[in-house]
């Protein structure tokens, strides 16, 4: 059973990343997923998240506007897809599954930075130079 996040690079401020998160082992669509992140000397952050049904996502207020989270049921992948990327972005994105029956798809999106996840990937290192 293994959650894995990939798509992290170098990246020029104002460019873009995909960061994509699949699950092995368990079937990812029957989850929640958020993503987190964890730059250098800090602590890890919440940037954002979505329902099982993809039907509601939240955000952090640093990365609204310019983040965009998804997920193709198809491909059992959920997508990060990170625009007008800043210095300040720079970190290890991980991203986490919450089984659906924990929580509502409405109060997970509410709460999402502050709940219990069942399984934590693999981070990838997002880098943005100036």
């Known amino acids: 059973v293994q959650l894995q996040a990939y798509g992290g690079g170098l990246a020029q401020a104002g460019g873009s990343l995909r960061l994509s998160c699949t699950a092995y082992?368990?079937?990812?669509?029957?989850?929640?997923i958020g993503w987190f992140r964890q730059a250098p000397g800090k602590e890890r952050e919440g940037v954002s998240c979505?329902?099982?049904?993809?039907?509601?996502?939240n955000y952090a207020d640093s990365v609204k506007e310019r983040f965009t989270i998804s997920r193709d049921s198809a491909k059992s992948t959920v997508y990060l897809q990170m625009n007008s990327l800043k210095p300040e972005d720079t970190a290890v994105y991980y991203c986490?599954?919450?089984?659906?029956?924990?929580?509502?798809?409405?109060?997970?999106?509410?709460?999402?930075?502050?709940?219990?996840?069942?399984?934590w990937g693999r981070g990838t290192l997002v880098t943005v130079s100036s």
């Open positions: 986490a599954a919450a089984r659906f029956r924990r929580y509502t798809s409405n109060d997970y999106s509410t709460r999402c930075f502050e709940v219990g996840y069942d399984y």
């Open positions: 082992g368990f079937p990812l669509d029957d989850y929640h």
């Open positions: 979505i329902s099982r049904s993809g039907g509601r996502s």
